[in-house]
């Protein structure tokens, strides 16, 4: 079982709170002793871990999914290494978004997009049910999903190509969002509304660099995450890397304290965690080192960082990120009480499991 023994902020040493800041890809598929990922739980402590099923840098099948059992027996041995509970997170939105694949023995799932064009929530909350039942089963706690961006470019690679987004108008999204985190939480796993704040106009695609919203963009598109927010149905929202001069003429969102403080914390009330895109996605590794990341995302609001691990050759290693945030401390660019704030909101969430 799960260790349950959730520390509290003033429990953790400076270099553990910063590991609860991390949230880890890592090559593999189990835990065997010697393992890196063993070894980065063990020595590094950071706040989770994501799961992959294909190893998209060398284009092979298996990453850390192979079959129901192996992700299981990884999932529970991840746990068992941990000092303090991990999220254990994973892209499982349904469709072609979709890492739990039927070929290696999990059930089909259904699109945000053929759930919304079906067009009834018990439905869509049913189906959600049923993917937080796999995820479950699975020793899954945190889902990178519901997507809340508004499909309102048919021709976007990254969103509605995919089948994404529940519809192209904020209602619909607000609707089929709403009753996809009821069926989640039924089964109590985490979600995480993505991508704040709107990345359905967009063409580009983060995955490979630079892409401006600024003339696509629609206020509109934050009316999901303030109706949710409201309802105190988002426990989690993840950011773009989208950037839109209307709301910062240089970082993109995901670096924007005008975009994470000011406004979705400020003007939305958003109280819980905010977590980054895949900071390996070249809209962000292109244009920053890792060190100017890190303390512009600290800056700007962010709590979690995701480094997928699985985007570019060069695997960034936890002790770097530490040992980078650490300095950040003491050259006092960044106070270890703002490390304590976004540490208390990701405890919070641990609390939920």
């Given amino acids: 079982m799960p260790n349950n023994n959730l520390s509290t902020v003033s429990e953790l040493s400076l270099k553990e709170k910063i590991g609860q800041l991390f949230l880890m890809g890592f090559r593999g598929n189990d835990i065997s002793e010697g393992s890196e990922v063993l070894d980065m739980i063990k020595e590094h402590k950071p706040g989770g871990v994501i799961l992959f099923d294909k190893d998209m840098v060398h284009d092979q099948p298996v990453h850390n999914i192979k079959s129901p059992e192996q992700v299981r027996n990884l999932t529970k041995a991840l746990q068992e290494a941990s000092k ?109 509304c993505k991508h704040f704040p709107g990345h359905g106009s967009a063409e580009g695609d983060t995955h490979a660099g630079f892409v401006d919203v600024t003339d696509t963009w629609d206020e509109n598109e934050l009316e999901p995450y303030k109706t949710l927010i409201d309802e105190g149905l988002c426990s989690m929202i993840m950011t773009a890397h989208i950037f839109n001069s209307k709301l910062d003429k240089e970082m993109p969102a995901t670096l924007s304290g005008n975009v994470l403080n000011d406004l979705l914390r400020k003007k939305l009330n958003f109280s819980g965690v905010i977590i980054s895109d895949d ?18 995302g600290l800056k700007a ?32 660019k960044i106070s270890e009480q703002r490390i304590d704030e976004s540490v208390s909101r990701i405890l919070k969430m641990k609390e939920r499991f």
Avoid at 306 to 327: H, M, P, R, T, W
Wanted: with cysteine.
């Fill in 84 to 192: 303090t509970p991990l999220l254990i997170g994973i892209d499982q939105e349904g469709g072609l978004i979709n890492r739990l694949k039927p070929e290696y023995g999990f059930p089909e799932t259904i699109s945000h997009q053929k759930l919304g064009e079906k067009d009834e929530t018990a439905f869509t909350e049913s189906h959600s049910r049923h993917i937080a039942a796999i995820l479950s089963d699975a020793g899954i706690n945190l889902n990178f999903a519901p997507v809340l961006d508004v499909s309102s470019n048919p021709n976007s690679s990254i969103i509605a190509k995919r089948e994404r987004s529940f519809g192209n108008s904020q209602d619909k999204v607000t609707r089929h969002a709403r009753a996809y985190i009821r069926g989640h939480q039924q089964k109590n796993i985490q979600t995480c």
């Fill in 279 to 296: 900071m390996q996605m070249r809209a962000i590794s292109d244009h920053y080192s890792l060190k100017e990341s890190l303390e512009k």
């Fill in 301 to 332: 609001g962010l709590d979690i960082f995701c480094f997928g691990n699985n985007l570019l050759k060069e695997q960034v290693e936890l002790k770097d990120c530490i040992s980078a945030v650490g300095q950040l401390v003491e050259e006092g």
